[in-house]
């Protein structure tokens, strides 16, 4: 089996979902001089491995280099990572496939905030936001792994699995992006001091204000809140132990709304 070459010469590989901080993680480690590739599915172009096949190139890796591929991963809580994945593709992604020509003809820059909020809700509902699924489900499956396999050590603030061919590292984005999380925690890591460079952040982006208006004003529906959630139990309970039940009830106060009879009723419509 034949792999990118490319991928041979990296130390690390950032296999994490959208929006979790990927590109500030890869740029700060190449640009501390450590060798690594990012992605968040490994069929990305970044990538390119075919599905069934990621376990095949590790040992393909560690037969050719004599050593295991690092893999790092970051779980975020879902909401806010949705809402952040939201905004990257309706203000950028759309953009850069050819789906609209620029800003000014975005859905962020011409639909009202309410309206914005409306869509949001109903890709949740439909499973049509980009940028949804979840790397750690998608590369537990490559490598015959469960959930339960993995571990996370919140006294280290990250959490470390080894196989056969592979080292996974499990790191929490509300720790990682604390003040100085990145740097205290992959000099940690790597054994040495690490310099932070961020790359690709909401707050940055062009519609900055809009983000931040949305975030502050949404309301999402207490089912909607609660689906959300239990899709993603088995990680919130792996990141956050024996604290799924505070996570679900502080998404509630912070985003929730009743569902009214009408939404109940367009359910079945």
């Known amino acids: 089996m034949k792999f990118d070459e490319k991928l041979y010469q990296v130390d690390f590989l950032v296999y994490?979902?959208?929006?979790t901080g990927t590109q500030t993680v890869s740029s700060t480690l190449r640009l501390n001089g450590v060798p690594c590739i990012h992605c968040h599915s490994i069929q990305n172009y970044t990538v390119g491995i075919d599905k069934g096949l990621f376990a095949d190139f590790l040992k393909s890796y560690y037969m050719r280099n004599g050593k295991k591929l690092a893999i790092i991963t970051?779980?975020?809580e879902p909401l806010e990572r949705h809402i952040s994945s939201f905004f990257q593709w309706h203000g950028h992604g759309e953009i850069v496939s050819g789906n609209v020509t620029d800003v000014a003809s975005t859905i962020i820059q011409t639909k009202s905030i309410s309206d914005l909020q409306g869509l949001f809700i109903k890709e949740i509902r439909e499973q049509t936001l980009i940028g949804r699924r979840e790397s750690i489900y998608e590369f537990c499956h490559e490598l015959d792994l469960h959930v339960s396999d993995l571990d996370y050590n919140s006294t280290k603030d990250y959490g470390f699995v080894e196989t056969a061919y592979c080292c996974i590292y499990l790191?929490?984005?509300d720790t990682l992006f604390s003040e100085g999380g990145v740097e205290k925690l992959f000099?940690?890591?790597?054994?040495?001091?690490i310099s932070k460079y961020d790359a690709n952040r909401s707050m940055d982006?062009?519609?900055r204000d809009i983000w931040l208006e949305f975030k502050s004003?949404?309301?999402?529906p207490l089912d909607v809140i609660n689906t959300v959630y239990e899709s993603r139990r088995s990680l919130i309970e792996l990141f956050y132990y024996n604290q799924y039940d505070c996570l679900l009830l502080r998404a509630f106060n912070r985003f929730a709304r009743p569902v009214s009879v009408a939404e109940e009723l367009?359910?079945?419509?």
């Open 205 to 207: 982006k062009w519609y």
């Open 266 to 269: 367009a359910k079945f419509d």
């Open 171 to 173: 790191l929490r984005f």
């Open 74 to 76: 970051v779980f975020r």
């Open 217 to 220: 004003s949404l309301s999402i």
């Open 187 to 193: 000099s940690r890591i790597l054994g040495r001091p």
């Open 16 to 19: 994490s979902a959208h929006k």
